[in-house]
């Protein structure tokens, strides 16, 4: 078979491709017979910790939710449901560590995908901005409540727009010019109330510690201690709709369960003293449109201030903690969670979820084609998809094709109130831990 093809770019290796993880897989009959059962007991304890011994001396430490066993058998689908997919007689554990590296899924995304373009990255700006004081415009000068409703959602998916495009210029692919991405990066973000450096270092520690169940910092999963600690009130809003789409400002101020500091505070335990000059700048200028906008309240008034500004403000927090929370959370299949020596940047990256999104997916940027955007962040957006596709060829199982999408992602919905209603906590033992649920949370029924 030929290993060479003849492209645009001249002479290159044909990628690897892996269809199927070439080890830790084992046939039905193979898994049983080395499933070493819990002796002495009647059923397993929520976060118990379960040893799947594979071969001599490698050992998979797993969290695994509740189960009652009563057989060898039983346990197999119970460990089958929770880590991994049956396929053509094998089981797929997407917690096992990938037969291919980064460089490997490098090789594998065309050279061009990898060039940015500040000009197309400045018209996608224009374009945004453009919209959004146009919707503006039109909204005021009808002012009648059949087009409010219609300018709120259309605002604040705009808002969530504007936010994509800071987002990339705190990664460096909306240029190779730092100056440039931080002008831009500051103006889109100040005028959304995010603290633009503040938000760039936070979300730099998530992907660096992206899929670790202590030390990501978006959306990471709460502990079985820290979730018990919790007063019933916190608790129950925490996973309860809409509350924790709008959580995004209190993170903002104060981060989740468990981590302290501000992205406001220059002294906050999220950032390094060289980076505080970088947190009081962004700071001003989250200041300065603060007062922006209480001087428009004066201007034009309270109440069409709340109409123009402050509800698409609160559509566009929806947005951003939707989407966020869906990229690591809500699929069908349980995925890991990683902490100690099993966790890696691409095993991390690995548990990452790209979602569609319909006619939005232009309009936030394929922000949805998440995977590769985590892998490799500094990859402009515009190239993601294309990047995606020629890396699924290394990726094989590990990525997971999402759920097509109608014109408005509506579906999602669903897979929201699923995960908020499952997706609790994680055991406090364990290198691989999954979700476990909590069945007293909503009440007895």
């Known amino acids: 078979m030929a290993s060479w093809v003849l492209t645009e770019c001249g002479l290159k290796p044909l990628p690897r491709v892996y269809t199927r993880c070439r080890d830790r897989l084992e046939s039905k009959t193979a898994f049983s017979s080395k499933m070493r059962l819990l002796q002495n007991s009647k059923s397993h304890c929520l976060g118990s910790s379960l ?3 594979r071969g001599n001396n490698w050992a998979l430490n797993v969290s695994v939710p509740l189960n009652t066993v009563t057989s060898v058998g039983e346990e197999y689908k119970e460990t089958e449901s929770v880590n991994g997919v049956e396929d053509d007689g094998e089981l797929f554990d997407p917690g096992s560590p990938p037969p291919f590296n980064l460089a490997d899924i490098r090789a594998a ?6 060039v940015k373009d500040p000009w197309r990255s400045m018209s996608y700006v224009v374009r945004d901005v453009a919209v959004v004081f146009g919707l503006a415009a039109v909204a005021a000068y009808f002012n009648n409540w059949i087009v409010w409703p219609l300018y709120w959602i259309a605002q604040g998916t705009m808002f969530w727009a504007l936010f994509v495009l800071g987002h990339d ?20 973000h100040s005028s959304i109330l995010v603290p633009y450096h503040g938000w760039r270092i936070s979300h730099r520690t998530h992907h660096q510690n992206h899929g670790h169940a202590e030390n990501d910092e978006s959306w990471h999963p709460l502990s079985e201690k820290i979730y018990k600690s919790l007063d019933d009130v916190t608790r129950k809003l925490r996973f309860t709709l809409p509350f924790p789409m709008l959580a995004f400002p209190v993170y903002l101020w104060s981060r989740t369960p468990g981590k302290k500091g501000s992205h406001y505070h220059p002294n906050s335990d999220l950032f390094v ?17 603060v ?23 609160w559509i566009f927090v929806m947005w951003l903690d939707a989407v966020t929370y869906l990229h690591h959370h809500g699929h069908e299949e349980k995925l890991p969670w990683y902490r100690g020596k099993e966790w890696s940047y691409l095993r991390g ?13 232009n309009i936030h940027h394929d922000i949805g084609t998440h995977v590769i955007h985590h892998l490799f962040p500094q990859i402009p957006h515009y190239h993601l998809i294309e990047a995606t596709e020629a890396a ?4 094989g199982k590990y990525y997971r094709e999402p759920k097509k999408s109608g014109p408005l ?31 007293e949370l909503y009440g007895p029924n």
């Open 51 to 53: 040893r799947l011994f």
């Open 109 to 114: 995304i065309p050279k061009h995908c990898w």
């Open 169 to 188: 210029c705190g990664h460096g692919s909306f240029s190779n010019n730092f100056n440039l991405n931080s002008v831009v990066g500051h103006i889109l």
């Open 273 to 289: 003293p060289n980076e505080r000059k970088d947190v009081i700048t962004s700071t001003v200028c989250w200041t300065a449109m």
């Open 291 to 313: 007062g922006l906008l209480v001087y428009l309240n004066f201007v034009i008034g309270p109440v069409q201030m709340l109409k123009l500004y402050g509800i698409p403000y």
């Open 349 to 361: 990256g690995l548990t990452t979820l790209d979602r569609d999104y319909g006619i939005i997916n």
């Open 392 to 395: 699924k060829l290394v990726l």
């Open 409 to 439: 992602p509506i579906y999602l919905l669903g897979t929201l109130i699923r995960s908020m209603k499952e997706d609790h906590y994680v055991s406090e033992t364990g290198e691989i831990v999954y979700y476990q649920t909590d069945p």
